[in-house]
């Protein structure tokens, strides 16, 4: 298709997710084609593309076997439902994503993005709870600045004000930890900071406020990334699982962002040597090519859904869409081409580079005031602008867009994290191009 035929006529009807609508009509940013690191523009610009998207095109845009694999299950089985009846590809695409999870997080929940992975997962937990005769743990702890997508459950365990201030009511019983974030002490560090483990403490202080067993979970982003890459502090993430081992409250890490090789290893689990006990996914599972999300869970959590009647259904849970066979062919396809091309191992061979760069590029850049990376993510935070907080990091967005680069914004954070086939060219190419915008920007 041409770039011409793409050109849309009204703007008005769209109203546009997590965007200034207003700002955007007047300039649009649209992509009409992408291939491998670029997207096209509709000016037809080349634009390198620093964030995979949405951090979901881990293995770069429109792969062939993904496309192909798309094109021939469309004409073949469009639709099957999940509800008592299932598509072949469903069972090998949830034996797959077992064998890259830890164990015993073998038993796949399919889901069609990471806000419905979330909130499956923490129904998962209140309900496993109660099939034990433990239904008084109804608690639910998130963490301040989390990122948990979008439906109730997500934004009430989720820290990101904005996201929760205008819309009233949220799920009760919902308590949040700190944050992780010290810039005083872990300014420009590369990789896991020195200093914070002693946060995870505080889920101790929840305990004894709330009374443990009235905890259900406890949810956190092993890497936070959405809210502008926060990197656990070494021995953060063992503590708190050392917790809710000794409360018998579950740890679901959501690695929506961080799985599927990000931080170099399949999760973010295996990275850090920290097993939780459900574990939600999304974005690189099918390379964003097609919407699809799942929830890990633990073999014994499974089990203990399976004690009614032969007949009866064991969880009241699922979507139209669960383990739709354009998805399961994408997904298939998409761990293909992880596995063929080794590209986790490839992120782990990138990650030094990318360290080192980010910090001789960036670091002594305009408005800085911290670079941060772990895996192939890093964060360039900027000094927000007196009285106009996060106006600064969006026009350095716009600014790169319109220098030929796509980066992700979190108020004043800039947040890379491109595809794993980047070139150590691109990379340099990508850090310059932020230098040269920040240069510019006021
Ligand atoms: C950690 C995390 N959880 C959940 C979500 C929500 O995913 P989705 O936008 O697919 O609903 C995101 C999206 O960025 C995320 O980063």
């Given at each position: 298709?041409?770039?011409?035929?793409?050109?849309?006529?009204?703007?008005?009807s769209?109203?546009?997710?997590?965007?200034?609508?207003?700002?955007?009509?007047?300039?649009?940013?649209?992509?009409?084609a992408?291939?491998?690191?670029?997207?096209?523009?509709?000016?037809?610009?080349q634009?390198?593309?620093?964030?995979?998207?949405l951090?979901?095109?881990?293995?770069?845009?429109?792969r062939?076997?993904?496309?192909?694999?798309?094109?021939?299950?469309a004409?073949?089985?469009?639709?099957?439902?999940?509800?008592?009846?299932?598509?072949?590809?469903?069972?090998?695409?949830?034996?797959?994503?077992?064998?890259?999870?830890?164990d015993?997080l073998?038993?796949?929940?399919?889901?069609?993005?990471?806000?419905?992975?979330?909130d499956?997962?923490?129904?998962?937990?209140?309900?496993?709870?109660?099939?034990?005769?433990?239904?008084?743990?109804?608690?639910?702890?998130?963490?301040e600045?989390?990122?948990?997508?979008?439906?109730?459950?997500?934004?009430?365990?989720?820290?990101?004000?904005?996201?929760?201030?205008?819309?009233?009511?949220?799920?009760?019983?919902?308590?949040?930890?700190?944050?992780?974030?010290?810039?005083?002490?872990?300014?420009?560090?590369?990789?896991?900071?020195?200093?914070?483990?002693?946060?995870?403490?505080?889920?101790?202080?929840?305990?004894?406020?709330?009374?443990?067993?009235?905890?259900?979970?406890?949810?956190?982003?092993?890497?936070?990334?959405?809210?502008?890459?926060?990197?656990?502090?070494?021995g953060?993430?063992?503590?708190?699982?050392?917790?809710?081992?000794?409360?018998?409250?579950?740890l679901i890490?959501?690695?929506?962002?961080?799985?599927?090789?990000?931080?170099?290893t399949?999760?973010?689990?295996?990275?850090?040597?920290?097993?939780?006990?459900?574990?939600?996914?999304?974005?690189?599972?099918?390379?964003?090519?097609?919407?699809?999300?799942?929830?890990a869970?633990?073999?014994?959590?499974?089990?203990?859904f399976?004690?009614?009647?032969?007949?009866?259904?064991n969880?009241?849970?699922?979507?139209?869409?669960s383990?739709?066979?354009?998805?399961?062919?994408?997904?298939?396809?998409?761990?293909?081409?992880?596995?063929?091309?080794?590209l986790?191992?490839?992120?782990?061979?990138?990650?030094?580079?990318?360290?080192?760069?980010?910090?001789?590029?960036?670091?002594?850049?305009?408005?800085?005031?911290?670079?941060?990376?772990?895996?192939?993510?890093?964060?360039?935070?900027?000094?927000?602008?007196?009285?106009?907080p996060?106006?600064?990091?969006?026009?350095?967005m716009?600014?790169?867009?319109?220098?030929?680069?796509?980066?992700?914004?979190?108020?004043?954070?800039?947040?890379?994290?491109?595809p794993?086939?980047?070139?150590?060219?691109?990379?340099?190419?990508?850090?310059k191009?932020?230098?040269?915008?920040l240069?510019?920007?006021?």
């Amino acid at each position: 298709m041409s770039v011409q035929q793409n050109i849309p006529n009204d703007l008005e009807s769209f109203w546009i997710p997590f965007t200034p609508n207003r700002q955007f009509k007047r300039d649009p940013r649209i992509l009409v084609a992408a291939k491998d690191m670029h997207y096209t523009s509709l000016d037809g610009r080349q634009i390198l593309d620093g964030s995979a998207g949405l951090w979901c095109v881990n293995a770069g845009h429109t792969r062939k076997k993904i496309v192909e694999a798309i094109q021939q299950n469309a004409a073949t089985l469009d639709f099957a439902p999940a509800f008592q009846f299932a598509n072949p590809m469903a069972f090998e695409l949830a034996t797959r994503i077992a064998e890259l999870t830890p164990d015993p997080l073998n038993r796949i929940f399919f889901t069609n993005s990471g806000s419905e992975s979330v909130d499956t997962a923490l129904k998962i937990a209140l309900a496993y709870h109660r099939a034990r005769g433990e239904g008084q743990r109804t608690r639910l702890i998130g963490r301040e600045r989390g990122y948990h997508g979008v439906g109730f459950g997500g934004i009430s365990v989720g820290g990101m004000v904005n996201n929760r201030n205008v819309f009233g009511t949220m799920l009760s019983g919902v308590d949040h930890l700190p944050h992780t974030h010290n810039l005083k002490a872990n300014a420009f560090t590369n990789g896991q900071p020195e200093t914070g483990a002693e946060l995870a403490d505080r889920l101790e202080d929840l305990c004894a406020l709330h009374d443990p067993s009235t905890i259900a979970a406890v949810i956190v982003e092993p890497m936070a990334g959405s809210t502008g890459v926060l990197v656990p502090p070494k021995g953060y993430l063992d503590r708190l699982r050392a917790i809710c081992d000794k409360h018998g409250i579950l740890l679901i890490f959501d690695e929506v962002i961080t799985g599927f090789g990000r931080l170099g290893t399949n999760f973010a689990a295996q990275r850090f040597g920290v097993t939780p006990d459900l574990m939600t996914m999304a974005k690189g599972l099918t390379n964003a090519a097609v919407p699809m999300g799942a929830v890990a869970c633990r073999e014994d959590i499974y089990d203990a859904f399976d004690q009614g009647a032969d007949h009866a259904i064991n969880l009241f849970h699922g979507y139209t869409y669960s383990a739709h066979p354009m998805a399961c062919a994408a997904g298939i396809a998409t761990l293909d081409v992880y596995k063929e091309e080794k590209l986790f191992d490839r992120v782990g061979e990138l990650e030094s580079y990318w360290g080192e760069q980010v910090h001789a590029v960036l670091d002594d850049a305009r408005h800085v005031i911290d670079v941060r990376n772990i895996g192939l993510v890093a964060a360039i935070e900027l000094a927000p602008r007196d009285g106009e907080p996060t106006k600064r990091g969006f026009e350095a967005m716009i600014k790169a867009f319109e220098k030929g680069g796509m980066v992700r914004i979190s108020g004043d954070i800039i947040a890379l994290s491109p595809p794993f086939i980047i070139s150590k060219d691109q990379i340099d190419d990508l850090f310059k191009l932020v230098r040269d915008v920040l240069s510019e920007i006021d």
